[in-house]
């Protein structure tokens, strides 16, 4: 089991980021199991801010999925620190006005966060742990596949197996 990031960690890891944009690549992509090319595309128009929680509007681009995550708490800070300096459809990891969001920024800012912690975090180490703890909660295997995308055999087969090894339990991730 210490081969996946459990919610502490990616919570430690977050505290431990230097940038906002390095806490929000986190919580994404751990929290939502959202992609590196789908996080690009994000912009700020998909969220919709209220007095205690932001609506983030979100379509799954392997299965078109439509999804309205609340995001509260601490996230709702975070989120809403950088959402209120960006205009309408500015990209949520904007960088500057010359510089687009890009795959190579996305993956240096985690090089960094991993730099920092001393451990090896990748947009695929991310993905697998928010499989891993998914598949504790209960969440089936053909409920993934159909969510994410993901095929029916291989790496996401052998993450089931090593959740279903390990039991049910579910604390929460990053957003209960």
């Known amino acids: ?21 390095q806490r929000l690549i986190l ?20 969220f919709m801010v209220k007095r205690e929680f932001i ?6 681009e392997k299965t078109k999925k439509e999804h309205h995550y609340k995001i509260q708490f601490e ?11 960006l205009q309408a459809q500015e990209p949520l990891l904007h960088k500057d006005k010359n510089l687009p969001v890009s795959e190579a920024l996305i993956k240096n800012d985690l090089f960094d966060v ?9 947009p695929g180490s991310l993905f697998d742990s928010h499989l891993f703890w998914l598949f504790r909660k209960g969440v ?3 409920q ?7 095929s029916m055999s291989g790496k996401p087969y052998k993450i089931w197996e090593k959740a279903m ?3 049910m339990q579910w604390p929460y991730l990053l957003e209960p």
């Open 1 to 21: 089991m210490d081969e996946f990031f459990s919610p502490d960690d990616v919570r430690n890891f977050m505290n431990r980021s230097t940038t906002d944009r």
């Open 27 to 46: 919580f994404l992509l751990y929290n939502y199991g959202i992609t590196v090319p789908e996080m690009i595309q994000i912009t700020s128009g998909q």
């Open 55 to 60: 609506i983030f509007k979100f379509i799954r």
């Open 75 to 85: 996230n709702y800070r975070l989120f809403y620190r950088v959402l209120k300096g």
């Open 114 to 122: 991993a730099v920092t912690m001393n451990q090896k975090i990748t």
């Open 140 to 142: 089936t295997f053909p």
């Open 144 to 150: 993934a596949v159909a969510e994410y995308g993901i």
């Open 165 to 167: 090894l390990a039991g």
